[in-house]
């Protein structure tokens, strides 16, 4: 028997297998000989003898919690698992600090879907071993199921200040501070876990998972293309690595990276999703919708893939359908809807009733939307209006609001809310009637005449200028425009150029202080000095940001550049807006090409700006 186990220890089956038989011929009922020959059998797969064995081990000894412990773990493998919970129940009564034995029970709650007692079970182990390191990992893990990251977090971390050399470890905290949106911090980890393991695809894929997450796709797609080089079949890194490719403005090489990754796995509903996404760039309408349409026969209630169709079918103006599957953005992962204990109004009766109408995305979708407020007041229902904090000295006095809030500030009882962007859905908008065709927003009467005083006189044409949006935004690489990139439409002489950039950039810095702009971007506090500056201005050159929205809004001339792949509000193939009688479209003809929108502007602004100087004033655009 000493022979056996030491061969046993060292993974040497065959040779312990034989002695531990040849202690059984001498005595068939050696406790060891059978209880240890079960274990060693289940390590071989072959369960069913296992149990066996260790059955006839406790009847030679029924008071072995060992035993009775790894008897419960060849239940669990049979799929018996409620003999395998009371087994280990029986072990746990002879030895209540058998730390092993909770841990196993753990695992098996685990794998039930019983997250929390699971968590209580791991919480037994470590009661009775602190320093109990696979229970702690284990915890991690279950903690991370129920949700608890900031605990789970905690506990990996706890795991490693006992053995830091778990790569393993380090990928699951990487995991878990990706969860938490702690994207810098799941990079470090990763990190340290491939300095453990420089050779796992995984840990490089989930590497380049957060370095996309941090806007960085270009390394992204350097360890993507390492963790393919590693494991080349792996149809989750190919999914990945043409996100990155489509952060890089680079839809036709994505494109092929989705296609490699369902020729691997033809079922894969979210890379369908994703090849969506790079035929949008492309411009293949059609092809996005029957892309949509494949991964919904996969999964009919694939959020991503409705989300997607709805936005399609609103871009090519087929409002009808794009309304009703814009409404599954709120089954997207981290879109949850807000609970106001109120149903949602889907245009029914209102009269007499208040409602809260609630701004859900960024400022200038709440800009384009309020237009509906009206709309709601004319049914008869009084209106409590909730939009961002920066917006409320611009939206707060409009007509038939009961009263304004800042978003998440308590509010009046109301009896139903709906989203601003559900307006379009409940009023049953089509391209014909898209209400709010005027001007519909006003900057504060005194903040004009405030910054009509601030701002020097000029007799020339005087443009308002927005190149980029938030570099946060998770299209922003698709819709800015370095400054430096401007140049041949500054050096126009006859027009004088006003920036209303609200957010700036590190880059730009450089060219635009050698400008000759004027920046009351400055001094502006909020979006209510943002409107008061357009109405000073004579044009306003944007490019898709809130601030082309609030200029349309306010039925002031709006020149929009537009990549090649617009949002769907701008729709395809036209140079107006439906939403914006004053806007005028100026559209990438190939991806990333401004340099060809920039010089149509130029000859239009010239063109502008000679109209000017003969009539003395502005056309209407």
């Not at 130029?602 to 063109?607: N, T, Y």
Request: proline share 5%.
């Amino acid at each position: 028997m000493r022979r056996a186990t030491a061969h046993h220890q060292r993974g040497q089956l065959d040779d312990a297998e034989a002695l531990y038989r040849q202690a059984l011929a001498r005595q068939p009922k050696n406790f060891d000989a059978l209880h240890l020959l079960g274990v060693l059998m289940h390590q071989r797969g072959k369960s069913s003898e296992a149990l066996d064995l260790i059955g006839k081990a406790l009847k030679a000894n029924a008071q072995s919690a060992a035993a009775l412990s790894n008897r419960a773990i060849v239940l669990a493998a049979l799929g018996k698992t409620n003999e395998a919970l009371a087994s280990y129940d029986q072990a746990i009564v002879l030895k209540p600090d058998y730390a092993e034995a909770f841990n196993s029970r753990g695992n098996l709650l685990v794998k039930l879907g019983r997250f929390a007692d699971a968590v209580a079970n791991y919480e037994q182990a470590l009661t009775a071993n602190p320093k109990y390191i696979d229970a702690i990992i284990n915890l991690a893990t279950a903690l991370r199921l129920l949700g608890r990251n900031n605990d789970a977090a905690a506990a990996y971390m706890s795991a490693l200040a006992i053995d830091a050399n778990r790569a393993e470890v380090w990928n699951a905290l990487g995991n878990t501070f990706d969860l938490m949106q702690r994207h810098k911090d799941a990079l470090t980890a990763f990190d340290r876990a491939l300095a453990h393991n420089p050779r796992s695809a995984e840990f490089l894929s989930n590497r380049g998972n957060a370095l996309w997450q941090l806007q960085r796709p270009g390394e992204a797609l350097t360890s993507f293309d390492a963790a393919l080089a590693l494991q080349p079949d792996a149809a989750g890194i190919h999914n990945n690595r043409g996100n990155a490719l489509l952060d890089l403005n680079r839809p036709a090489d994505a494109l092929e990276s989705f296609d490699r990754a369902l020729a691997l796995k033809p079922d894969y509903a979210e890379a369908m999703v994703n090849r969506a996404n790079a035929l949008r760039d492309l411009n293949s309408s059609q092809d996005v919708i029957a892309t949509c349409d494949a991964a919904l026969a996969i999964n009919p209630d694939l959020a991503e893939a409705h989300w997607n169709k709805g936005l399609e079918q609103l871009l090519l103006g087929d409002f009808e359908h794009g309304w009703a599957e814009y409404e599954w953005r709120w089954k997207r992962a981290g879109n949850a809807p807000r609970d106001f204990g109120v149903p949602q109004w889907h245009g029914e009766d209102v009269s007499g009733k208040t409602v809260l109408l609630h701004a859900e995305q960024g400022f200038g979708d709440t800009i384009q939307f309020v237009r509906y407020v009206p709309m709601v007041t004319s049914r008869g229902a009084k209106i409590v209006l909730e939009v961002p904090d920066s917006l409320m000295p611009l939206i707060g006095a409009m007509e038939g609001v009961v009263a304004t809030i800042a978003r998440g500030q308590p509010h009046p009882p109301v009896d139903l809310h709906c989203p601003l962007m559900s307006l379009p859905l409940a009023f049953g908008t089509t391209l014909e009637t898209i209400p709010g065709s005027g001007r519909y927003l006003r900057a504060p009467i005194n903040r004009v005449d405030a910054w009509r005083m601030r701002l020097p006189a000029s007799n020339q044409l005087r443009v308002g200028l927005v190149w980029s949006g938030k570099p946060s935004h998770r299209n922003d690489h698709n819709r800015s425009i370095a400054f430096e990139r401007l140049a041949p439409l500054l050096k126009q002489s006859d027009v004088e150029f006003v920036s209303l950039q609200r957010d700036m950039r590190d880059t730009d810095r450089p060219a635009l202080e050698k400008s000759v702009l004027l920046r009351p971007d400055l001094d502006t506090a909020d979006f209510a000095d943002t409107a008061a500056i357009i109405d000073t201005l004579d044009l306003v050159i944007a490019v898709d940001t809130a601030v082309a929205h609030l200029t349309g809004a306010m039925g002031k001339p709006l020149w929009l550049l537009l990549p090649f792949s617009p949002d769907w509000r701008w729709m395809l193939e036209r140079n107006d807006s439906p939403w914006y009688p004053t806007a005028r479209l100026f559209r990438q003809p190939r991806i990333g090409d401004w340099d060809s929108v920039i010089e149509a502007l130029r000859e239009a602004l010239a063109s502008q700006a000679a109209t000017r100087h003969t009539r003395g004033d502005i056309a209407y655009l």
